[in-house]
């Protein structure tokens, strides 16, 4: 029985070593290979606007603050094509009569149905044909989940399956949830038990640790398009506190990062962080604007500090990895994009700068298994798609 058990920890430890490694190394064409490049994913580099209330305390239930024209914005510039069967405008508006209908705050809901969808890229089970916003009934392993007839519908059932978390009444439309009654006969525990955003954490999405965080730091950067605009009316205050002078000057730094006046931006996210040096919110935004004035270094701690405050911050990991990869510190890279890919586990782009980090230290079995990883984990992500190809093209059959 003992000698089972070695054996069964040594298989175990072997297949924990070599679960990211092919069986077998592949033969490249080294001359093609120095003809590749891989495409890198880029920085997550929309700036956010400082939140005042605490994550804990924001409710499901509400009006919305970010405006339809900032979240038609906020969709759009992160993802110009999204796959939708409507117009971009149509479909926010349908969110925001939907959410007025049941109170449910329209503006986060569809911050969660940018982080369900990737920005209506899709990738996993759902497609887009099934106009699901939310993966209602999608439960992995090939499991697609809910259809429904037009977005409007799709918007509407999401929006309700807000309601039956956060709330012990009927719908107020007739419903169109397939999930509404599951959870009404078959979960006690969350059926109008569940008031916050963060409250979804676990239950929504498995293991969903900072799910409802990040839906939070999406809507925060939804109401940070502010580009177009020259000046912003800064609210007339009776108290000079550190906090309201940070606010202030994130909302002066956002008028001039959106107008690309990223010196300017700089400036006055710098004032933010003096004025509070713990603020996660206004070291992303220092830390941003120093990327765009080519501040490496000093981006490079701002991040540091960032992370300090915020250690489950994926998206902090992610950047910082990114900076370290452009200084060629590989290794260093290397472990934020695995520190990011813990935090979230189906962050496809952490992985493809793997992959990049990988093959600019000549590890190309090494980044070809982690793009065919990336490319299952999301299966419309173009730029894995297209370094996978270029790397798949160097193997000698």
């Not at 924001?58 to 603050?65: D, E, L, N, R, Y």
């Not at 939804?222 to 994130?250: F, Y």
């Not at 730094?253 to 996210?269: H, M, P, Q, R, S």
């Amino acid at each position: 029985m003992k000698n089972l058990l070695m054996s069964a920890v040594i298989i175990l430890a072997v297949f924990a070593a070599f679960s990211f490694k092919n069986v077998e190394a592949a033969n490249f064409n080294e001359k093609m290979l120095r003809q590749v490049q891989l495409t890198d994913a880029g920085g997550k580099d929309i700036p956010k606007i400082i939140l005042r209330e605490d994550p804990l305390d924001i409710t499901i239930f509400g009006a919305p603050v970010a405006t339809q024209e900032q979240m038609i914005q906020f969709i759009r510039l992160r993802n110009p094509n999204p796959k939708i069967n409507c117009s971009v405008e149509d479909l926010v508006r349908y969110y925001y009569e939907e959410g007025a209908v049941e109170n449910i705050r329209a503006d986060i809901a569809l911050c969660q149905a940018i982080k369900e969808t990737g920005t209506w890229n899709y990738g996993g089970d759902v497609t887009p044909d099934q106009n699901n916003f939310c993966g209602l009934g999608t439960t992995g392993g090939g499991v697609k989940g809910g259809y429904f007839p037009t977005p409007q519908i799709g918007a509407r059932a999401h929006i309700q399956h807000l309601l039956v978390y956060t709330s012990t009444r009927p719908t107020k439309r007739k419903n169109v949830d397939p999930r509404y009654d599951h959870i009404v006969n078959n979960r006690r525990d969350v059926f109008g038990n569940v008031h916050t955003w963060v409250g979804l954490n676990g239950i929504w999405a498995s293991p969903g640790h900072n799910y409802g965080q990040d839906i939070l730091s999406l809507w925060q950067q939804a109401q940070a398009m502010l580009s177009g605009k020259s000046k912003v009316e800064l609210p007339r205050r009776s108290t000079n506190t550190p906090e309201d002078i940070a606010e202030d000057h994130v909302q002066l730094g956002l008028i001039a990062y959106g107008n690309k006046d990223f010196v300017t931006a700089e400036k006055e996210f710098q004032v933010a962080v003096d004025a509070t040096p713990e603020s996660t919110d206004a070291l992303w935004d220092l830390a941003l604007a120093q990327e765009k004035n080519g501040k490496l270094d000093a981006a490079l701690k701002t991040y540091d500090q960032l992370l300090k405050f915020r250690p489950n911050f994926e998206t902090g990991y992610y950047n910082r990895g990114r900076i370290k990869l452009l200084q060629n510190d590989f290794d260093g890279a290397v472990k934020d994009f695995k520190r990011a890919l813990q935090i979230e586990t189906r962050f496809v782009d952490a992985l493809n700068e793997i992959a990049v980090a990988h093959f600019k230290q000549g590890l190309y079995d090494d980044a070809l298994n982690d793009l065919q990883e990336a490319a299952k984990m999301n299966t419309t992500n173009e730029i894995v798609k297209a370094n996978l190809a270029k790397l798949q093209a160097c193997v000698v059959k």
